[in-house]
């Protein structure tokens, strides 16, 4: 079965510092990786999908097939980025979305 | 921009008691899901419901559970006999396809069973 970690709960920058949200999985396929945000009480909003390679909101991933990997990275955090943060993983077949456990991103002044 | 909608966003019913749960999915998608967060915890795959039926579901959707689409735009989820352990937050979600394109939450519904 496939799994979705997503090692830190809480990471906390300050305001022009770089920010690196870790996310592994494991499945034996070839999966579809995605990272979705939730702002304070707002719904899951979809933040990156891998297979559109885009930048949004400055944060960019990179699907590393080697190291089963999809960390989501911003150069120079902005406090408005200060959410949780899950990755989550999508098998070929089907529609079901497995989640990390969420890393909460705090960006201090 | 279209919304996937959940009512009630708070519901506190007594351990037993039957609760539904529902949603207005995106009106041109065809995949409608629940989704699942205890406090603390990862969000969780409930259920898929395509065509008016359970495309998918996981080992969470138990006897207990069951969803029905009763007209053209509500989806509910209903929680036959709730335990305590049901309590959580409970995501909604619509996409149009098998893609992701337009795979869409809610705002969820926190159900506290007391």
């Known amino acids: 079965a496939q799994r979705v970690t997503q090692p830190e709960k809480l990471l906390s920058v300050f305001k022009g510092a770089p920010v690196e949200l870790k996310c592994n999985y494991s499945?034996?396929?070839?999966?579809?990786l995605f990272w979705y945000v939730q702002y304070s009480r707002q719904r899951l909003q979809l933040l990156l999908r891998?297979?559109s390679r885009e930048s949004i909101k400055g944060f960019t991933a990179d699907l590393n097939k080697g190291e089963t990997s999809f960390h989501l990275k911003k150069p120079f955090a902005q406090e408005e980025d200060s959410a949780m943060y899950y990755c989550?993983?999508?098998?070929?077949?089907?529609?079901?979305?497995?989640f990390g456990g969420g890393t909460r991103l705090m960006v201090k002044p | 921009e279209p919304e996937v909608t959940q009512t009630p966003s708070h519901q506190v019913t007594q351990m037993g008691q039957e609760v539904i749960l529902r949603c207005v999915p995106i009106?041109?998608?065809?995949?409608f899901y629940w989704y699942r967060q205890i406090l603390g915890q990862k969000v969780e795959f409930l259920v898929s419901?395509?065509?008016?039926?359970?495309?998918?579901k996981s080992e969470i959707f138990d006897d207990q559970f069951s969803v029905e689409r009763p007209d053209g735009s509500n989806f509910t989820l209903k929680i036959r006999s709730t335990k305590l352990e049901d309590s959580a937050m409970y995501f909604c979600?619509?996409?149009?396809?098998?893609?992701?394109?337009?795979?869409?939450f809610g705002s969820g519904t926190r159900l506290t069973v007391v």
């Open positions: 891998h297979i």
């Open positions: 009106s041109n998608h065809l995949y």
């Open positions: 979600a619509s996409s149009t396809g098998t893609g992701m394109a337009g795979y869409t």
């Open positions: 419901f395509y065509n008016n039926e359970i495309s998918e």
């Open positions: 989550a993983l999508r098998v070929n077949a089907g529609n079901m979305l497995t």
């Open positions: 499945y034996s396929g070839s999966p579809e």
